[in-house]
């Protein structure tokens, strides 16, 4: 299905730190049936509608109704499953008035002060794809209609993809459309349901939007606001000085790193850190609570029983010790040789006691935590993403976490894949996110989402949102994985190229770094094609598989590389490549 035909953009002065907009678009389809106009936008957003008379009269009010899902009748659904959102509102109208736009009133929970309020100047939005308008003796063609999609700046043409998979595809559009939508309170929010930002949630979020437009406001306005407003779970914590990194990873800017140093530091928590570096706190591990796998066979910590044990767990370890490796980053980068040098240690400490601790010699596998016999998926692939897992034993662990499938939530997704391209278990990855079934982002698209969900479904979680970003982590995924771009200095100074196809044909596209895009497109079978356009002002360091020959040509040279390596790998200056591995 193709977007929304946008016909104007207009800029809202605001006092925000993010600009606002508000796209107005027209209808894909429109149909009237039974005195009932059924508008079909073609995308969910956030905004709200603006209703125009095209004749003599309108009737005393109109009924308004928003909608994210249909029913089965093909009518706006009013009893939606869990948090689908649905909207009804009485416009009156008024004789020789032309333009109409309703007033949304507020939802009594986004009253509180936790949730993120919408600016004056634009008003209450609500999450729709569909609009129904309703009145007595309301006639066909009487009214057009466009909605007004509220969204911070971003640039639709900065990343693209495509690839012989139909199926990841959507996937992509699906999420991209997500990251792009979800902007609408200037800072990264839950969903509607909530509209409060949590930090793991704006991690996964802050990815895929660098993935998507490498515009670092939304992002750093939303590190301000949870720095301002921090949540409860031990390793959201740890998400901060992960963001903070990302930023200065992908921008090369340590604004955020310089403003805020003392209040990352402070969200490692190493004062909970016992005398052999670990840390002593019970994990969050994964939300909803069903999805953790049975970690620690579903033992919460009972002075807080929204995590769960062990206190010395592998789950919160594992963050820790990634986290610590980002502070290093960002006091490198700001010249403090005594606090990264304390980092350092730390994170040393914490890698020896975690094997001494947790893993388990006889099954080779991590155990959840310190006196826990139960082995998890996510005991595994958090230690596997962030670096924890000796070399010996990467295979037999990728294989474990392989076998369970999809046995997290779409959070954890994040943390599995990206375990599972580590491992160079790119074919599992790629089918994990091209499956159909209950646990997959073809289920939201089939059921008619264009938003990612909260969950995988009502069924693992009863009131969930059709419009939460946590669950749009491929869009980062593909950008960094099966793309295979990645800035290996600060402000991709230098970008590491790693492109993954996995069970892919081939793939297309378009990574934002702020040197200018880079365009790559890649080839697989009994040869691997590549060529890409790399920006001015930087380097390229390019690996690619060996093919049965193990012989590699760059820009039509044969180029000696050492057989023995894992991955042929070149240096390459701006300009435009060929590559093959044969």
């Known amino acids: ?56 009269s309108l009737p005393l009010s109109l009924t308004v109704r928003f909608g994210e899902k249909l029913d089965t009748a093909g009518r706006i659904d009013q009893a939606p499953l869990g948090s689908v959102n649905y909207r009804e509102i009485t416009l009156p109208t008024t004789p020789g008035q032309r333009i109409y736009q309703p007033v949304i009133p507020p939802k009594e929970f986004h009253l509180r002060a936790e949730p993120v309020k919408m600016p004056p100047a634009i008003g209450e939005v609500t999450p729709f794809r569909f609009v129904e308008i309703e009145g007595d003796g309301l006639r066909a063609n009487s009214i057009s209609l466009a909605h007004l999609f509220v969204h911070a700046p971003f640039d639709d043409s900065a990343a693209d993809f495509a690839c012989s998979d139909e199926g990841l595809n959507a996937v992509w559009h699906l999420c991209k459309h997500t990251i792009k939508a979800t902007t609408a309170f200037g800072v990264y929010i839950d969903g509607e349901r909530e ?213 997290c939530s779409v959070y954890g997704a994040q943390y599995l894949l990206e375990a599972l391209f580590a491992a160079g278990r790119e074919d599992h990855a790629i089918r994990l996110m091209t499956a159909r079934g209950p646990r997959t982002w073809l289920r939201m698209i089939e059921e008619g989402s264009t938003m990612t969900w909260e969950a995988w479904g009502p069924e693992f979680k009863p009131n969930l949102t059709w419009n939460h970003a946590w669950g749009a982590a491929p869009a980062n995924l593909i950008s960094r994985f099966v793309l295979g771009v990645r800035p290996l200095d600060p402000g991709f100074s230098k970008i590491l190229i790693v492109p993954r196809l996995g069970p892919l044909k081939w793939v297309r596209g378009t990574v934002p770094t702020p040197l200018g895009p880079v365009l790559l497109q890649a080839e697989d079978g009994a040869s691997m094609r590549l060529e890409m356009e790399i920006p001015e002002h930087t380097s390229a360091i390019v690996q690619l598989p060996w093919r049965e020959q193990r012989s590699f040509v760059v820009d039509g040279r044969n180029t000696h590389v050492p057989s023995e390596t894992s991955f042929p790998t070149v240096r390459l200056s701006p300009g435009r490549h060929v590559l093959a591995s044969r």
Request: charged share 20%; with cysteine.
């Open 1 to 56: 299905m193709k977007p929304p035909t946008r016909t104007m953009t207009s800029q809202f002065a605001l006092p925000l730190a993010v600009p606002l907009l508000a796209t107005e678009n027209v209808p894909l389809n429109v149909r009237f049936t039974d005195g009932i106009l059924l508008a079909d936008f073609g995308e969910a957003v956030f905004g709200n509608v603006r209703i125009k008379c095209l004749c003599d």
């Open 195 to 407: 509209r409060i930002p949590y930090e793991a949630d704006a991690y996964i979020n802050m990815l895929s939007h660098f993935a998507c437009d490498l515009d670092p406001r939304v992002a750093r306005a939303t590190v301000e606001h949870l720095l301002a407003h921090p949540t409860w779970p031990t390793e959201w914590n740890h998400h901060m000085p992960m963001m903070a990194a990302m930023d200065y990873l992908y921008t090369g800017e340590l604004d955020v790193a310089t403003k805020y140093y003392e209040a990352l530091k402070a969200k490692l928590l190493m004062e909970k850190a016992r005398a052999d570096g670990l840390l002593v706190a019970s994990a969050i591990v994964d939300w909803p609570a069903v999805e953790r796998d049975n970690y620690n066979n579903g033992i919460t910590d009972p002075e807080n029983p929204k995590q769960v044990g062990p206190m010395v767990n592998t789950v919160a370890n594992a963050f820790y010790f990634h986290a610590l490796g980002q502070m290093v980053l960002l006091a490198d980068a700001l010249g403090k040789d005594d606090d990264a040098r304390v980092f350092r240690e730390a994170a040393s400490k914490v890698r020896s006691a975690f094997q001494r601790a947790f893993f388990d010699p006889v099954r080779r596998l991590f155990t959840d935590g310190e006196d826990s016999d139960h082995v998890s998926q996510h005991a595994n692939f958090f230690p596997l993403a962030f670096g924890l897992v000796p070399e010996p034993h990467i295979a037999h662990i990728a294989d474990f976490i392989a076998s369970k499938g999809m046995a």
